[in-house]
């Protein structure tokens, strides 16, 4: 009863295995990083910010360029004033229009005026700065969204890498499956001949139902590598999983010297912050200094609408200077300045924290290294054992339990040297993602 469940088991886990292949979509790490820049929400969040701080940028244009109104206006009045001012306006006063009894009771005037207006500043000292300070953030905007792209590159990159992980770790326990069903079938075999108890023949039987849970474990693992990686590329994958078009390479590439580099686009972006905030800084400094502006407007009025009979412009300059606000100005002043030496003590702690980060991650991969060279070896050993003690197994010189043992161990080894150079891999490109110019 015992064995025909344990075939059932195995059944169901290559029947599971047959849909799960079905279901696959082979996909390359070219066309992640591709449908990651067309599709990923992160970057085009990103990019939407970058675009805001160009659009503040673009509205500074206004301390340059004139501010141009044109507008028409008509109205109906009885009012002495402004009905004596719209004949006036109009040029159709006359002698008769100063009869005492018309200009206090006038007849209802109707006045239609079209007018175009120009404003042009001349002298805005804070407004500069202000100028200034918004294309240092739309220039920090810019770095931060392409440091947010080389980060996600990153992950995907990573994400990549495990899922081909998870599918080399289906293939070890693959083998694992076929090895433990052949020491059944051996073990199965020397039974019926008497020359092994009933112990060792359940012992292998646990033996292939372990390996057989592991590899539907490793099988959902694909699964999840997958999802992940659906997330990042914006896709659905509606039951479906990813297959890397390229097979894992199971060895380390250490040519590579890394060096801390103080130029990167995080570091940079944040200069430029500290560009922004110093601009702001200044310009709170200037706005206690007067403004200087320029005028200047044309007018059309008639009786009629969008008439043009009459004709008249004004020009002029208007020197203003705010001298009390109620500590307005003073608040800026004094925010501004906390604002601006705020960023300074925050660069100068991101770039040690940075330093301290890519430090910690050349040990990391130092580490990662040596620990590849030694699951290698144990790999090595354990396969060796492995098959002295098979040897010695089907000579009657060694008991089930060790041969069970050594096998184990050959399989873990192997699985411990893979994760060995996937864990290497991490390192080595976060090390890349720390260094990058």
Known sequence: MK?????????????????????????????????????????????????????????SNSLFLPNINISHTGISTTNPLMAFGSKLNQEILTQADFNPALLNDPKATQNFATKIEVQQPLINLDGMFERQAAKAKMSAMKLQ??????YLEME???????LQLTYSAVKVLE????????????????????????????????????????LQYAKSNVQNASDYLAFLIGE??????????????NKINDEEVYSF????KDIEAMKMVNEAYSKMYRSSKMSFLPRLNAFGSYEMYDKNVFGTSAKGYLVGAQL????????KSIGKYEKSKAEYEKSLDETQQYKAQSQMEFNRASRQLNDAKNKVSLMSLAYQQSQESYRIRQNRFSQGLEKTTDLLQSE????QKELEYIQSVFEYNLANQYLQFLTKK
């Open 3 to 59: 064995r025909n469940r344990t075939f059932i088991n195995l059944a169901l886990v290559l029947v599971s295995f047959i849909g799960y292949s079905q279901d696959t979509i082979s996909i390359s790490k070219n066309d992640l990083l591709q449908k990651l820049t067309e599709k990923n929400l992160q970057i085009k969040i990103s990019d939407k910010s970058y675009q805001s701080a160009k659009a503040d940028y673009q509205q």
């Open 145 to 150: 969204s392409e440091r947010t792209k080389e």
């Open 156 to 162: 995907v990159v990573k994400a990549y890498q495990q």
């Open 175 to 214: 083998k694992a499956v076929n090895t433990a069903n052949s020491n059944l079938a051996l073990v199965q075999n020397y039974y019926k001949q008497g020359l092994l108890q009933k112990t060792d023949l359940l012992n292998v039987q646990v033996r292939v139902n372990e390996v057989a849970n592991q």
């Open 236 to 249: 659905e994958m509606n039951g479906n999983i990813f297959k890397p078009a390229e097979e894992s390479e």
């Open 261 to 264: 580099n103080a130029n990167r």
């Open 320 to 327: 203003s200077w705010n001298v009390f606000d109620g500590y």
């Open 408 to 411: 184990t161990q050959m399989f």
